[in-house]
């Protein structure tokens, strides 16, 4: 190998350790001594800014929440079906409720109209034996035994 391609391998080596410690260094909450000079060397191989540095940590920040993002969505098929078969199991429960209150509905509605009808019949009734006894008092008077 010449030293040219020698000197290159070295740099490429050196820049993706540098951007493997950047990246490290840029998930730190807190840093040491140590770690701020490892970063501002890694910054320096880089090319790096402080206003680049910045701008890093939000993205790297962002790439663990989708990946948080994406890990709870993950081999969740199962409980995903679970959770549909649910929601069906629901619908076809309260279906079958709703039928059931609308047959007692039905039922209780015809019990009332039974009774409305009974009231109305003799309401009719009484208004009609009254116009009897009007016109028939002899006759009807001993039938019903009233005055």
Same mark, same amino acid.
């Given at each position: 190998?010449?030293?040219?391609?020698?000197?290159?391998? =070295?740099? *490429?080596? $050196? #820049?993706?350790?540098?951007? +493997?410690?950047?990246? !490290? %260094?840029?998930? &730190?909450?807190? /840093?040491?001594?140590?770690?701020?000079?490892?970063?501002?060397?890694?910054?320096?191989?880089?090319?790096?800014?402080?206003?680049?540095?910045?701008?890093?940590?939000?993205?790297?920040?962002?790439?663990?929440?989708?990946?948080?993002?994406?890990?709870?969505?993950?081999?969740?098929?199962?409980?995903?079906? =679970?959770? *549909?078969? $649910? #929601?069906?199991?629901?619908? +076809?429960?309260?279906? !079958? %409720?709703?039928? &059931?209150?609308? /047959?007692?509905?039905?039922?209780?509605?015809?019990?009332?109209?039974?009774?409305?009808?009974?009231?109305?019949?003799?309401?009719?009734?009484?208004?009609?034996?009254?116009?009897?006894?009007?016109?028939?008092?002899?006759?009807?008077?001993?039938?019903?035994?009233?005055?």
């Amino acid at each position: 190998m010449d030293l040219v391609t020698r000197i290159q391998e =070295a740099d *490429q080596e $050196a #820049v993706r350790r540098a951007w +493997a410690q950047y990246a !490290a %260094l840029l998930e &730190q909450e807190t /840093a040491s001594a140590a770690a701020e000079k490892a970063m501002r060397a890694a910054m320096e191989t880089l090319g790096k800014t402080p206003a680049d540095l910045v701008e890093d940590r939000k993205v790297v920040a962002r790439v663990r929440q989708l990946q948080q993002v994406i890990e709870a969505g993950t081999n969740i098929e199962e409980q995903s079906a =679970a959770a *549909q078969r $649910a #929601v069906a199991d629901y619908a +076809a429960e309260t279906e !079958a %409720l709703i039928r &059931q209150r609308r /047959a007692g509905h039905a039922q209780l509605y015809a019990a009332a109209s039974d009774w409305t009808q009974k009231y109305l019949r003799a309401e009719e009734a009484k208004h009609e034996l009254a116009g009897l006894k009007a016109r028939h008092a002899t006759l009807v008077t001993p039938v019903i035994g009233v005055n």
